[in-house]
């Protein structure tokens, strides 16, 4: 399926522009209080954020790029052990001897390394607050009684750049834990049936929350045009669709 490549532009509390330096992803820049903050859209799970001169990446995996050749990484976070988001190469490829590592248990019992968050920790790395918020799986399971992601073993993270919070939600539902989530001015959020959410659960989750913008990722062959249908009637929010299948 060809993915219809789109900007829905709702919302204009937020300087957005593609980097201007060629590229193979798309990169949107949002102003911060603590300066600009660059996001790359690298593709499935897969996020770079630079700000204030660090470089942070989230669930590297070298199926969406080549890390040989990507910026190395002051601070890496990974939601979960599956491997389309825990890639060791990809994590040895950008990683030098400062290089802060956050993850799950289940990822540090499979890498020997990094510093473990649970749902619900809060810790502060490399300047920057890092929240671990629960990500997991109601309704879609492997089989009867085993959801594709447990409550409890996952997480996603809200990382705040400057005075801009910033959820990554990891490989979830829209699990009630989200209607604590406060003040989130940008959110990606999984749509790629039945791994995680639907369209329309991803639009529940947007209105539990209400971040200002929403970039729909990991969505498979999911059509995000429908996200921006059912949210339509939301005029303060911006759903942004990248190339993040």
Do not use: W
């Not at 400057?162 to 990891?170: C, H, K, M, P, S």
């Not at 959110?187 to 209400?210: C, E, G, I, Q, S």
């Amino acid at each position: 399926m060809k993915t219809c490549i789109t900007v829905i532009v709702l919302c204009p509390l937020f300087f957005a522009s593609a980097a201007t330096r060629p590229s193979k992803f798309e990169v949107d820049t949002l102003k911060t209080s603590g300066g600009d903050l660059s996001i790359t859209c690298i593709g499935h799970g897969t996020l770079m954020f630079q700000f204030g001169g660090k470089t942070i990446h989230v669930d590297p995996v070298g199926r969406y790029a080549d890390y040989s050749k990507m910026p190395k990484a002051d601070l890496i976070l990974i939601t979960h052990e599956h491997g389309d988001h825990l890639d060791q190469e990809a994590i040895h490829q950008i990683s030098h001897k400062e290089t802060a590592l956050i993850l799950t248990a289940a990822c540090a019992k499979q890498l020997g390394r990094g510093t473990v968050m649970k749902n619900g920790d809060t810790k502060t790395v490399e300047g920057l607050k890092i929240e671990a918020v629960p990500a997991y799986n109601i309704v879609h399971e492997r089989k009867p009684g085993q959801p594709f992601h447990p409550k409890g073993i996952g997480n996603g993270y809200v990382v705040t750049f400057g005075d801009l919070r910033v959820y990554i939600a990891g490989d979830t539902e829209n699990v009630p834990e989200m209607a604590n989530l406060k003040e989130i001015d940008v959110a990606f959020l999984p749509m790629n049936v039945p791994y995680t959410m639907t369209p329309k659960m991803v639009a529940d989750a947007v209105r539990m929350f209400h971040p200002k913008i929403v970039y729909p990722y990991h969505f498979g062959e999911t059509d995000p045009s429908e996200l921006v249908r059912l949210l339509g009637g939301n005029p303060d929010i911006e759903v942004r669709i990248r190339r993040m299948n």
